[in-house]
């Protein structure tokens, strides 16, 4: 049985801060904590376009800060979610052991509040390990937030209202594996994925009610390493689809197209699979040199898709021509997040970043007339767990590698998030922090 006990701030460590600070003095202020040897941490660095700084009274952080180590286990992975209210601004949710916090986000220049979370949970028996904003559905009276956890359930909340509290999965009856990514259906106010370890995602619908017992499966659709099943209920209950990928390795993360209509999926087995997700038709594989991928993000226009995971490398893959097309170095241990920079998205020119465990943040640019495709093969191999050589993962010498023009230690803990903002950009670390760092003042045109 999921539980969870709600504490309101009371013994905070952190004073109250004053909200209108200039960027100046949010950007000059020292750190309340030292951040090591100097040199050691980079609360700055340059770009072409000029210097992003690390805005120390925006650094959001569970307010006890008393580490919680889970005897024998790996804590899961701090992870950042951020929902626009409109007039009435922004709201941050992260995790971090078996906490889960959710704050007015007040960006870059005005100071965190800690003491006064929207909400916050502590969970008995249970990790959160992934979250996600309804942004169809929120206003300023409400926002859905869904929220998973390392044993399989999955709840769903109203952090303003207060009013809503779901469990799905609760009895995990559906799936007993950990909860390895959470997405609300692009357009949709009730239907939403859940990914997990046990390398399938089901379609739930929050309106709906779990199977009472556990779900009898029926074929749906099946193609090349995937299959589709529904209930077989007299009355409509979630799961509504249950997708099953592969041989079974862990689903680590999914991500629609900026239009909703294309789904990529990256997993255990080093996989990147996009699907048609209306009409569950596979339109492309590619794969990590070696090991798994871990996290997936589309560029703006839907035109290209960027991995990483246990190679140290981002891989580029073309959704237009079917194929890697580049792959990006820099990072000397596993990328944990990857994110196309929306904001600074040219007509021919892309900045693609990405944080890892070496506590590292690293920026390309991929100019898209400098791309040289990958030699053709004649033959394409069956098996995809063997695509080395083939347009889906050239070797190492049959397509260009990108030379970071970024790459600095901003943490003492692994890197975990990577958010970018108009305004700014947004990391997390294993150890509990949400860092906002200013991008630099555009200049007048």
């Excluded at 942004?135 to 409400?142: K, P």
């Excluded at 359930?153 to 990514?181: A, G, H, M, W, Y």
Aim: hydrophobic fraction near 35%; aromatic fraction near 10%; charge should be neutral.
């Amino acid at each position: 049985m999921l539980s969870c006990q709600f504490h309101h701030g009371s013994n905070m460590a952190r004073a109250d801060t004053v909200c209108n600070q200039s960027l100046l003095e949010a950007g000059e202020r020292p750190l309340e904590r030292p951040l090591g040897e100097p040199g050691d941490v980079k609360t700055s660095f340059v770009t072409r376009e000029g210097i992003y700084r690390l805005m120390t009274l925006s650094e959001y952080s569970r307010p006890n800060r008393v580490t919680y180590q889970p005897q024998g286990q790996t804590p899961p992975q701090v992870n950042v979610s951020l929902v626009s209210l409109g007039d009435q601004g922004d709201r941050i949710c992260f995790n971090h052991g078996r906490e889960l916090y959710v704050y007015v986000y007040k960006g870059i220049k005005k100071a965190a509040d800690l003491n006064k979370p929207l909400e916050k949970k502590i969970y008995k028996g249970t990790n959160p390990t992934c979250h996600d904003f309804n942004d169809v559905s929120a206003s300023g009276d409400s926002v859905y937030l869904l929220i998973g956890f390392s044993t399989g359930q999955i709840q769903l909340i109203d952090p303003i209202k207060k009013e809503v509290s779901k469990l799905f999965n609760e009895e995990r009856l559906i799936d007993k594996s950990k909860v390895t990514c959470l997405k609300w259906v692009p357009g949709s106010r009730s239907l939403f994925l859940a990914a997990h370890a046990s390398g399938q995602f089901y379609v739930y619908n929050e309106e709906l009610p779990c199977c009472s017992t556990a779900p009898h499966y029926q074929p749906f659709k099946a193609g090349e390493n995937f299959s589709v099943n529904t209930c077989k209920t007299k009355s409509t209950r979630n799961p509504l689809f249950r997708w099953y990928l592969g041989e079974g390795a862990a689903i680590n993360q999914l991500a629609f197209s900026p239009n909703g209509s294309q789904l990529a999926i990256v997993t255990q087995d080093g996989l990147l699979r996009i699907f048609q997700y209306d009409s569950m038709e596979l339109l492309g594989t590619a794969r990590s040199y070696f090991g798994g991928l871990l996290c997936v993000s589309w560029s703006g226009d839907g035109r290209l898709i960027a991995v990483g995971g246990e190679d140290d490398l981002v891989t580029v893959y073309s959704n237009e021509l079917k194929r890697v097309i580049a792959r990006a170095q820099g990072h000397r241990s596993w990328v944990a997040a990857v994110m196309f920079d929306w904001f600074l998205e040219g007509e021919s020119c892309y900045r693609i970043g990405a944080v890892g465990h070496d506590t590292q943040i690293c920026l390309w640019e991929l100019p898209e007339d400098n791309l040289v495709p990958p030699r053709a093969r004649a033959k394409r191999r069956s098996d995809p767990l063997q695509l080395v050589g083939t347009p889906s993962c050239p070797r190492l010498d049959e397509c260009p590698m990108l030379e970071a023009l970024v790459c600095k230690k901003i943490a003492h803990e692994r890197l975990t998030s990577l958010i970018f903002r108009p305004d700014c950009l947004i990391t997390a670390c294993q150890d509990g922090y949400v860092y906002t760092w200013a991008r630099p003042p555009r200049l007048p045109t």
